[in-house]
């Protein structure tokens, strides 16, 4: 990797730290995103003391408001010459329903909106550094969303896993959606299952799911196993080529039948840039 640029939200803990201190580690300069201007400097920090030489950036943006993640592709676009890597990671599961500076659900707003909308502001950079690779880390727990057009802000009900569900569902289906619009571009984008993780993303949560978490701790696997995929996706020569595909344990297989739906992927797609303010799909050159 070294020579390569890459950047990687969600990066002050966990799997998103964990990833970031690997593609240091493989010589990548490396920007990290996070919400809170202290702690994005303390990871990069930490990394450049784990990592002698490292080159890191740091970049602080609340990825769930629209108006801060264009503001950050913005940032990006004017400190970064290339971009060889994104990986979107940043997400985390809320016990209360709660809508954000836009009037979107949040979770579904940070978690699914924040990718689509941080890879469309930048997929112009990726394609003038191609070849180049998009990884969105997703979740098994997309198996069991559902996506429910007619209340997509769960307004009848707010039920903290089912919401969190769907948002990863959202993140296969945006990634098999992009994967056909990049065809021939240079640029691949994967989706990844990172396995059950001892994160902070479901840290303070009140709920019942909060609940559980807390007590199978000791059986999770450790951030930095988690990261093992993210880091096989952005970096192995294995996948170089690949795209549109679902990963565990550095492996492809397959995602659920919902998420291999083209149908059902195109009304999310066509959804979502409504809910982004898109008069017509970036993808499509003019």
Not at 81 to 100: C, K, M, P, Q, S
Not at 180 to 190: E, F, I, K, Q, W
Not at 240 to 254: L, M, N, Q, T, V
Request: hydrophobic residues 45%; glycine residues 10%; charged residues 20%.
């Amino acid at each position: 990797m070294a020579g390569k640029t890459v950047l990687v939200t969600g990066a002050t803990s966990g799997i998103g730290y964990e990833t970031a201190l690997g593609l240091a580690g493989a010589g990548a300069c490396v920007g990290l995103v996070g919400r809170d201007g202290g702690r994005t400097e303390r990871a990069a920090s930490d990394i450049r003391a784990a990592v002698p030489g490292a080159q890191t950036e740091t970049f602080v943006a609340d990825l769930s408001s629209q108006g801060e993640t264009r503001r950050l592709a913005s940032q990006v676009r004017e400190r970064f010459a290339r971009l060889d890597v994104l990986v979107n990671n940043a997400g985390a599961i809320f016990d209360r329903r709660a809508e954000t500076v836009d009037g979107i659900e949040r979770t579904w707003a940070l978690d699914h909106l924040g990718y689509v909308l941080l890879t469309l502001e930048l997929l112009d950079l990726l394609k003038a550094s191609a070849p180049a690779r998009i990884v969105n880390v997703a979740s098994a727990a997309h198996a069991r969303g559902r996506i429910d057009f007619d209340d997509i802000d769960c307004r009848k009900g707010y039920q903290p896993f089912a919401v969190y569900c769907r948002a990863k569902l959202g993140n296969v289906l945006f990634t098999r959606a992009l994967a056909r619009r990049l065809a021939g571009s240079g640029v691949t984008v994967n989706a990844l299952h990172p396995g059950v993780i001892d994160s902070g993303f479901a840290r303070g949560n009140r709920s019942l799911f909060g609940l559980f978490w807390w007590l199978a701790r000791p059986l999770l696997k450790s951030p930095a196993q988690g990261a093992a995929t993210p880091l096989f996706l952005a970096t192995s020569p294995e996948v170089e080529g690949a795209s549109g595909g679902y990963y565990s344990r550095s492996a492809r297989i397959e995602p659920s039948a919902q998420a291999r739906d083209e149908a059902l992927q195109e009304r999310v797609w066509a959804m979502s840039l409504a809910q982004l303010g898109y008069a017509a799909d970036p993808t499509r050159s003019p």
